[in-house]
């Protein structure tokens, strides 16, 4: 039987080639355990395929003419929550050293990463270290197909790894080489099920435990625990109880056996993730409760286990009058929430998208991650590529990712890093992310899109990595064997694809635009007049929303100093939110020199030229890769094109029959 | 066992109060045959119900002390064509004599209208004949549910009455309670599935002929044909030919044998309906052929049975470019068929909807239906709500139609009515109606809605009956037993509901403005940038489709004289359809003397008061309706309001909001 790493799936950031490096090399692995032994193995797999040889040995052993060695600390009291590791090089030799199994697993990685550099340069002794302690990515599978969403709720990859027919897979052999994927990015949790939680789906929680636990199973050997997404309404749903009510005794009682039941057959279970009171799932306000109430009473059901509540702050009124302008979407998280900082346990983890809004091409920073410093919050990021292309668009996120967490939102200049989002989360709730990965047998749809998966691993384990070296990372990876130009090409078309997708999407941080239902292609009037609370409120003289304090909803007050003055004001705010907090006319001239409708006309064809020139890049070195990759790549960048081609021409013929004011360019507007 | 008339399904337009005039009489029935036990049964059940006597006698024997004789003709050469029937009464007594059972049926059901007038009054002698040979129901059932339609395209009454889990009902009972209905309002002919026809769907022509013919046996005692919509690419789909080129004898035999298969099992078979390259369906394009190419090799197969093929004329493409204003949908049925005109075989019918576009609440009737007099077309005519309210809203349909009817399209003032749309197709292709009917208890959804399946039987029997005339037969055979506040409420509700939804929904023929895929509720731009070639062109100084010949998209020439000109010219088009053909500035004045913006804010205004006054008349009589009735009602016109008021307020923030024109009543406007 071939190992699922043999199959047709795509190896990802993880062929072969990648592990070049050990070739010819005698290697040691030293320690005791289960993912000791998934680092031998991956050692044995390289040296069998490169040469060389490995042994492996007790801690302490012989090492001394090896030319790597991989092992557990002689001394160190074992400390489970360490994942770090040291790296020495001495001489052309190299020692990872690791307190625990998954520091070594991850220090072994970092080696692959290192590629032959891992023996070469100058003597070091480094220690690393995750930022975070929570890597989590989050799946929104479903167990049986939605009839409108498909298996996968904003999946663009196939179908769920997890599910099919309508239950746990029987066979799960494909979900090694996913946890070996995620576990050498530097993932170690996983949410196995969608934050909508149906009625299918929320017996995961009950009559699915063998199946869970059979996935828990497949991802232990990688340093990876699973959550799970559960209804608020479990206790009527599954228990036949008559209240979810968080304070009454029974609904508590019924979580914490539960949760009894989850813990005995999978004892390193990561906890449970909910989505409450939100968009239509239940949760505590039907009993006149606080979120807090809420995600307490499940806290301690999971407490005795070690295990957390990750409670999503994703929570506003999806069934807004358009008509009212006092209401305002943005502010909900943080008037929800902000009240309520300091009085959730301490297993509970806060999970708070970047943005107010709901994972835009542009947002700015949802200011609740500066308003709860006495609550873990954890940082809510989308790889799959709902609002950003659908992994039809070649669009890089590293770079939006970094900025967000590069972004100095509290404490003014004198905070230093501790106030950059990055610092108010990394050491507290840490990151969780929305997986894009499905059956396809390149795993993400569009190829490129790996990269996302694998740079929100690396920017999770070390929020201040460059996007740009990430990508470099990657590339070689991905392609170990392929010349500079294939690099150099890969830069062309990703390092500023985020900012190429917004030059033809929605202007100036205005979000949306986008179809109902799907939000895929232009729909300039698309949820103007839904209850979705996503306005533009363009008019024949103008377009945003007044978010200031002055004039507005008031949203700008929510931020911390400078942000609240510099969001308040049109004369500080940055160009790239306008639109986000300002209501100005078309001829409002940004700091470009340009006046908004311009900006509005320029970009759209910029973007557009942009994405051929994408197209430019790739097309002479598509040859240098696996042929079904460069097909789908192929595939994707015609579709890519069409679809920015008609964002331009719709928002540009939307503004020009509001606005009246022709392209001073005078290109062709229809 | 009950009877499926006694079940909990309600009894629409034939309750038993219905039939009480019969109550007391003595009445003969007289003839052999299976629509005459038909008849006689229902002669039998309602003087079991109301007192009174029947016999079952030969033709020609004594009846001399009948109060009522219902009798086929003795001497009469029975022409199974002829439907009509001779109604006399003489001091109290009536007779009607009929050439054929059907007649006879259609005669019963006429005394049933007439209930005590048909024994009082003059004495008379009255012949009665239907002005269409072919009045058909279409039924948009598919046999699967499909994965967002539901079962029936567009059908707001439940799920199909012919099928359920995937196949043919076992049960098909309630087919007889629905075949009595349609006879009763006149319908002779109907087709059992959706002219999209999915892979599932193509099968009912070849394995599934079984049931076929099951249901054509449910259909047979009520004088109804039954009709199959197939898939063009049958050969290919069903038979694994390699081709379905209508010229490829190959295909053709394929097609002359699937006719015998069906004929062999149901004598009386309809025939086949067809939708063809149009709207993703297969059809003879694909082989370079033309529609009559297409039409004629299937009417070959099915013309030694006597059947036919209705040929639908809707076909357009339906991946037009936004940004080409030269293509014009509108004309799109009369580029492709008027030239064919001519060309199709007897027995062929051309299906034409009666606008250019797509059932919308105001379209200018079709030019086609002028354009091809040596060719057989009827009018198709959408029962079932799509554009109009999908059974949430009460709107009734019938003044609709009948101005449709009553049009004088061709021939100029001295062509009298054989001019009229009505005169053109009645005794040429007839008349085919998409159904509204499904699984609802009621019928329906919208119980009033069951007043738009009679209303079009009873026009497709008589075009020139008057819409509130039928809404008078319909209330009395409905409410048998109601006091006159009931008809007098439901006239208040209903007569001019069409003109009421009109006012709230698209202005002044413009069409459309309605969400994608589903067509319900207000989206302005919905349709405005996406490839089905509905448009508005609304920008910030006017509104409207230019299609004039002088600078437009010449679809103004496929009329003939005197509506080329009259639509041509801005001076004498019909204001309520002056958007379909100009594209003119908001300050436009209509012959009300008012602004088009103006017009716009006042009738969506007007709309919505109308509306609320339509609750107010029903209120006080709906406690005089089965409660079952009562609450669907109740529910759906408070969902009508909100609806209206949506629309209301969509469509006047939109024009505002591009045109910059205060409200001259100063409203509030958001």
């Known amino acids: ?52 040889s490995w042994a492996r040995l007790e801690v302490g052993a012989g090492t001394a003419d090896a030319d790597l060695v991989l092992t557990l600390a002689e001394d160190d009291p074992s400390n489970d929550a360490d994942e770090g590791f040291r790296f020495m090089r001495d001489g052309g030799s190299a020692v990872v050293q690791a307190p625990t199994e998954r520091g070594l697993l991850y220090g072994f990685f970092h080696v692959v990463r290192l590629g032959e550099d891992a023996f070469a340069g100058p003597d070091t002794d480094e220690t690393h270290a995750p930022a975070a302690e929570l890597r989590m990515i989050d799946h929104w599978d479903n167990v049986d197909v939605h009839p409108t969403m498909g298996q996968v709720e904003r999946g663009y990859s196939g179908g769920s790894l997890f599910y099919a027919s309508g239950r746990v897979r029987d066979d799960l052999s494909r979900l090694d080489a996913y946890a070996r994927l995620l576990a050498a990015a530097g993932i170690n949790r996983i949410a196995i099920n969608n934050v909508n939680v149906h009625a299918r789906e929320a017996r995961l929680l009950t009559e699915d435990l063998a199946g869970v636990a059979r996935i828990a199973a497949a991802f232990r050997p990688w340093g990876i625990r699973v959550h799970l997404s559960v209804s608020f309404a479990s206790p009527t749903l599954l228990g036949g109880l008559s209240s979810n009510d ?62 957390l509540v990750h409670w999503r702050a994703f929570v506003y009124d999806h069934r807004q009058d358009w008509r009212d302008r006092s209401t305002d979407r943005a502010r909900a998280a943080y008037d929800h929430f902000a009240p309520l900082d300091g009085t959730f346990d301490e297993n509970v983890v806060l999970q708070v998208k970047y943005g107010p ?58 905070a230093g890093d ?32 790996q990269a996302n998966l694998y740079a929100y691993g690396r920017l999770a384990w070390d929020p201040l990595l460059d996007p740009s070296a990430i990508l470099d990372e990657w590339v070689a990876l991905t392609f170990p064997d392929a010349p500079v130009e294939l690099g150099e090409a890969l830069h062309a078309v990703l390092d500023t694809s985020w900012e190429t997708y917004e030059m033809y999407t929605a202007p100036l941080g205005v979000g949306f635009m986008v179809r109902p239902g799907h939000h895929y292609g232009p729909d300039v009037d698309g949820y103007e007049y839904t209850p979705w609370g996503t306005y533009h409120f363009a008019d024949r003289d103008g377009i945003g929303v007044d978010r200031t304090q002055a004039t507005g909803t008031g949203y700008t007050g929510q931020y911390p100093a400078p942000w609240s003055d510099v969001y308040e004001s049109l004369g500080t705010c940055p160009d790239e939110l306008l639109l986000f907090f300002h209501h100005v006319p078309y001829s409002h001239v940004l700091r470009s020199g340009k006046t908004v409708i311009q900006h509005v006309y320029d970009t759209h064809s910029e973007g557009v030229e942009r994405v051929e020139a994408m197209i430019a890049a790739w097309e002479p070195v598509a040859g240098l890769v696996d042929p079904a990759v460069a097909e789908r790549v192929a595939e994707r960048l015609a579709e890519q094109l069409r679809s920015a081609i008609e964002w331009r021409d719709q928002v540009r013929t939307y503004f020009f029959r509001k606005s009246g004011v022709p392209d001073e360019k005078g290109r062709r507007i229809f």
């Open 357 to 414: 809004l709901d994972f835009q091409a542009r947002e700015p920073v949802s200011p609740v991650l500066a308003a709860m410093p006495a609550t873990r919050l954890a940082l809510e990021l989308q790889v799959t590529q709902e609002y950003t292309g659908q992994q039809q668009h070649a669009v890089y996120l590293g770079p939006q990712w970094s900025a967000i967490l590069r972004f100095r939102l509290a404490g003014g200049p004198e």
């Open 1 to 52: 039987m071939p190992s699922p790493r043999t199959t047709a799936v795509h190896p990802a950031w993880l062929p072969p080639g990648a592990f070049a490096a050990l070739g010819g090399r005698r290697v040691v692995v030293a320690g005791d355990g289960a993912l000791t032994s998934t680092v031998a193995a991956e050692v044995a797999a390289a040296t069998a395929a490169h040469g060389g």
């Open 246 to 307: 968080p304070l009454d005794p029974e609904v508590a009682h019924w979580w914490v056996r539960a949760a009894a039941r989850v813990w005995d057959l999978v004892p390193d279970f990561g906890g449970l993730v909910v989505k409450a009171d939100s968009e239509g799932q239940p949760g505590p306000f039907a009993y006149g409760r606080t979120h807090a109430d809420g995600a307490n009473m499940l806290a301690r059901a999971v407490a005795p286990y070690g295990g």
């Open 418 to 449: 501790d106030g950059t989002v990055a610092g108010l989360v990394a050491g507290s709730g840490g990151f969780a992310a929305v997986s894009n990965a499905g059956t396809d047998e390149l795993w993400t749809g569009h190829p490129f899109a």
